[in-house]
């Protein structure tokens, strides 16, 4: 697995500090007890934790067009859609934290105040430091945790793909560029136009 070092919160005191676990030894309580004890958006593996990068406001654009379109189709049909930060059990020992996430049915038992343990679509907006940890390992994490589906936006490509889960893997819906109106392969009538998702200011 591909990590990043953990950077400390400088804001705790020096002696919790030194208490902290070095990377592979973290456990799950320790990983969620620091990831809500610190500004950063924490990602956990397996004892490995990584710190994802802080949004741009390009990225935070995006994000809150598209979820303001979600959350409108959520409140429609009854679901409950919410943006980072808000962890997500992908299994034991496993956390992301998606940009975006939801559940069809409000009522969802997966839905918890601390963390969620699935999610029925969730979204990923491509970071340009490691294209690949939302384009290929968070793709394959999805999958573990049985999301039906994921939303990849890549400004670098000016794509949005959105995949369906087929058994354990996903498969393409649909790889939707500029001109083209974004569908879901899980809700019914919800489509977004690419290019005011990639234009959003």
């Not at 303001?68 to 189709?73: Q, W």
């Not at 034991?92 to 839905?111: C, M, S, Y």
């Not at 999301?147 to 794509?159: G, M, R, S």
């Amino acid at each position: 697995m591909t990590t990043t070092t953990f950077a400390r919160p400088t804001e705790l005191p020096e002696d919790i500090l030194d208490w902290l676990p070095e990377q592979g030894h973290w456990s799950e309580e320790q990983y969620l007890w620091v990831s809500g004890n610190t500004n950063h958006l924490v990602e956990f593996t397996d004892g490995y934790l990584e710190t994802l990068p802080w949004p741009t406001d390009h990225h935070q654009a995006i994000s809150s067009d598209l979820f303001a379109a979600l959350r409108l189709h959520m409140t429609q049909i009854g679901g409950k859609a919410y943006f980072a930060p808000l962890r997500l059990r992908i299994r034991p020992r496993k956390f992301r934290e998606p940009d975006i996430l939801l559940v069809r049915d409000a009522n969802d038992p997966r839905r918890s105040n601390k963390f969620w343990t699935g999610a029925d679509l969730v979204v990923e907006i491509v970071s340009p430091d490691r294209p690949e940890r939302d384009l290929v390992e968070k793709r394959g994490d999805y999958a573990e945790g049985g999301i039906p589906e994921y939303w990849i936006v890549n400004p670098e490509t000016q794509t949005i793909t959105v995949l369906r889960l087929d058994g354990d893997a996903y498969v393409e819906h649909g790889v939707f560029g500029r001109g083209e109106m974004a569908t879901s392969a899980l809700l019914s009538g919800f489509s977004v136009s690419v290019d005011a998702t990639l234009d959003a200011d």
